[in-house]
């Protein structure tokens, strides 16, 4: 289990298990409690879950000592095309006859695909010291 955790992709995945129940917490936090509309509600637990994820995501699966802005940007950026790419494929198996239930769940792994991607091959990819700007 302890090799098991040391892979990023398990830490990434388990970041995402984690932020997802969190994030019900904050639409109960935004929209239940603190009585925001639905609209409202969504963008500010969407947005608290973004920030927090991205720091245990540059530290905690990706090792990074130091937070980054460019990071934080690239991250928000890939959020946001993999909500875009979620609303689409979910719309599309909609519009194919899919329960609107069963397609948000089934459009999550076009939007995870796409995650996983952008983060790991962009964000937080690894680079050769050849490639590394100096400093």
Known sequence: MKTLMA?????????????????TLFLKGFIGWAGLGAGMGTLCAGEVSTLLRYVVNDRWVFGHR?????RLWQYH?????????????????????????????????????????SNFYWIWRKRSPASRPSS
Do not use: D, E, H
């Open 7 to 23: 892979l990023p992709i398990v830490r990434w995945l388990l970041a995402g298990l984690i932020f997802m129940g969190l994030n």
């Open 66 to 70: 130091r937070l980054s802005l460019k």
């Open 77 to 117: 950026l890939a959020n946001g095309a993999a909500l875009a790419i979620w609303w689409a494929a979910t719309n599309a198996l909609i519009s194919l006859k899919i329960n609107y239930l069963l397609a948000g769940i089934l459009a999550v792994a076009f939007s995870t695909g796409f995650s996983m991607a």
